[in-house]
C-alpha cells in the first residue's frame, strides 16, 4: 500500500525522466561507436575499452555497456571470453553469403517501391543519382558511398515495407566496411552507378518487374566483384 500517492507518482515520473536519460546517453554512444566503426577508425579486430570508450562519447560506462550490447546483436562487435569486445572480423566469404541473403530482400523492396513510389520521391531519387555522379567525377569515392547507403535508404522509404527494410539494415551493417573498400576499386564506382541508375529508373517507371530484376542485376555484379582476387579485402557497394 502507498502511504504517499503523491511522492509515489513523482517518484515513477522521475524514474521515468532517468530512463530516458539512460536511453538517450546508450544511442548516443552506440551512434558514434557505430559511426567510428564504418569510418575505419574502429578497424576489425580493434579492442573495445569501456573506460576508454565512456571517455570518448562522454557517457557513463554502463551506456557504452549498453551500446556494445546492441553492436553485438547488429553483428559489428563481438565478445571474446576472457578478452572483451572488439570489432568483428567479417570475412569475404561471409560477406559474400550476407550479400545473397541482401539481394533477395532489396529486389523485394525495389518491387514495393515500383509500385508505391510517389511523384516527390521519384524526384529525390533522381537528385540522389545526381549527386552521386558528381562524387564520382570529382574522386571523391568515400562520399559516392556513403551516398549509395543513402540511396537504398530512400528506396527503403519508398518501399514501405519496415520488416524488409529492418532485416536489411541488420545486414548491410555487417558488411558496410567492405562497401568503403570495393568504392576504392578502379572502375567499380562507374559500373554500380550505372548498375542503380537502372534501379531508379525502373521505380520511377512504376515498373516491379523491371525494378527487381535491376536490383537483383546489381547485387550479382557486387557478389562478383566480391569474389574477385583482390590484393585488398573488398566488399559490397
Do not use: W
Not at 562524387?135 to 514501405?160: E, F, M, P, W
Amino acid at each position: 500500500m502507498v502511504d504517499d500517492p503523491v511522492n509515489a507518482v513523482l517518484g515513477s515520473s522521475s524514474d521515468r525522466e532517468e530512463d530516458s536519460m539512460a536511453a538517450a546517453a546508450r544511442d548516443a554512444a552506440q551512434g558514434a561507436l557505430r559511426a567510428a566503426i564504418l569510418r575505419g577508425d574502429m578497424p576489425p579486430g580493434h579492442r573495445l575499452v569501456e573506460a576508454e570508450l565512456a571517455e570518448r562519447t562522454g557517457v557513463n560506462r554502463s551506456s557504452v555497456r549498453s551500446a556494445i550490447d546492441a553492436l553485438i546483436a547488429d553483428g559489428l562487435v563481438e565478445r571474446i571470453p576472457n578478452r572483451g569486445a572488439r570489432v568483428r572480423v567479417v570475412t569475404v566469404e561471409e560477406a559474400v553469403a550476407t550479400t545473397e541473403c541482401r539481394m533477395v530482400l532489396e529486389g523485394l523492396l525495389a518491387r514495393k517501391a515500383a509500385e508505391r513510389v510517389t511523384g516527390e520521391q521519384v524526384v529525390q531519387l533522381r537528385a540522389q543519382l545526381h549527386v552521386m555522379g558528381d562524387a564520382v567525377g570529382a574522386g571523391d569515392l568515400l562520399k559516392y558511398s556513403d551516398l549509395i547507403s543513402q540511396l537504398h535508404g530512400l528506396v527503403r522509404d519508398a518501399a514501405r515495407h519496415p520488416v524488409a527494410a529492418g532485416l536489411v539494415d541488420r545486414l548491410q551493417a555487417q558488411v558496410v566496411r567492405h562497401q568503403f573498400q570495393l568504392s576504392l576499386r578502379p572502375g567499380r564506382p562507374q559500373v554500380s552507378l550505372r548498375e542503380l541508375t537502372a534501379v531508379v529508373d525502373a521505380i520511377a517507371a512504376g515498373d516491379p518487374d523491371r525494378a527487381e530484376a535491376a536490383t537483383v542485376d546489381h547485387f550479382r555484379s557486387v557478389i562478383a566483384a566480391l569474389s574477385e582476387p583482390t590484393r585488398t579485402p573488398g566488399g559490397p557497394a
